[in-house]
């Protein structure tokens, strides 16, 4: 075993535990941003869901411990490979939390695999595999009262922001000629992921809840659109019990620069004639309302 492969042995157990402190302790999360890498990738237990970027990492981090409160965790039995410039690590895990009402006692292990760049390692991929885990309903007298667990405005609003930067998709909301709801399933150009150009441009707007769609012109919606400006759109993230919704009246978009520069590679299967074809269409809503809800909550912010 090489000094040098041991040195990083330590380096990287102690950012594993300094990560572990930072959820237990509910705070210091901005501290941890140089251990992760910018394009790392948080997989969800059973791998069916990802989150992609430090930023969107770091906010989920943030998200669910936010809504917990971890009373136990341990860590031990870590095993740490290095193959050049990358490194695997797990771990076996035992916490207990509260969450909603309940107190879990949680046992699995945890997976890391950071690289090398510039002579700092950084979390690229991480994913947890529950082995157990067990929930009891907390006696009343024991739960932490709404007061003390509401999260400020402040918080609400990044975490608003940062859902609105990560989700897959969201959900638009039009009025018909009859006056009936029609909600239609939107790809989210705000998630950097999937769309960059897109995300660019909102992260550039001086209104940070603006959110931009595109549709084809001869579509449905946007007939309804074009009878009635009022509209909501929904994101939601069921796991973590938070969600939502902005509402106000959309506008259509004139100008062709910022077509252009919303307009993704590859989109020509959708609108043949690219970014001045005759069915690329962009919306745009800057919201008069945005309300949801967490675990303790409904909430409204002014815009």
């Known amino acids: 075993m090489s000094d040098r492969n041991e040195r990083v042995r330590r380096t990287l157990w102690e950012d594993i535990l300094q990560i572990n402190q930072a959820c237990t302790k509910e705070r ?4 941890l941003e140089h251990l992760f890498h910018r394009d790392t990738v948080l997989a969800y237990p059973g791998f069916e869901r990802f989150a992609q970027g430090r930023d969107a990492c770091l906010a989920l981090y943030r998200d669910a411990c936010s809504q917990m409160t971890v009373n136990r965790m341990s860590a031990d039995r870590e095993r740490i490979d290095i193959f050049g410039p990358v490194a695997v690590a797990s771990y076996r895990y035992d916490c207990e939390w509260e969450f909603q009402g309940k107190r879990v006692k949680d046992v699995g292990h945890e997976v890391l695999a950071f690289v090398e760049s510039d002579d700092r390692w950084q979390v690229a991929w991480r994913s947890n595999i529950p082995a157990s885990r067990d929930g009891e309903i907390i006696p009343p007298e024991q ?11 402040i918080d609400i609003r990044q975490r608003c922001l940062a859902l609105m930067d990560s989700a897959e998709v969201c959900m638009l909301t039009t009025v018909d000629a009859d ?14 992921a999937h769309f960059p150009s897109a995300a660019k441009v909102h992260r550039t707007s001086a209104n ?3 959110i931009y769609l595109t549709t084809g012109v001869s579509s449905s919606k946007m007939a309804r659109l074009e009878t009635n400006a009022k509209a909501a759109i929904y994101y939601c993230d069921p796991q973590h019990l ?5 509402g ?11 077509k252009h520069r919303i307009w993704q590679e ?9 970014p001045d074809g005759p069915e ?24």
């Open 28 to 31: 210091g999360f901005d501290a």
């Open 143 to 153: 739960t932490h009262s709404e007061e003390a667990t509401q999260p400020s405005n």
């Open 179 to 192: 006056g009936f709801p029609q909600t239609t399933a939107m790809y989210n150009l705000r998630n950097s």
């Open 208 to 210: 940070p809840f603006q």
């Open 242 to 246: 938070f969600g939502v919704m902005l």
């Open 248 to 258: 106000g009246e959309i506008e259509i978009v004139t100008d062709r620069d910022l």
């Open 266 to 274: 590859g989109w020509t299967l959708y609108y043949p004639g690219g």
């Open 280 to 303: 690329y269409a962009v919306i745009s809503l800057a919201p008069h309302i945005i309300k949801g809800w967490t675990a303790n909550g409904g909430f409204e912010l002014t815009c």
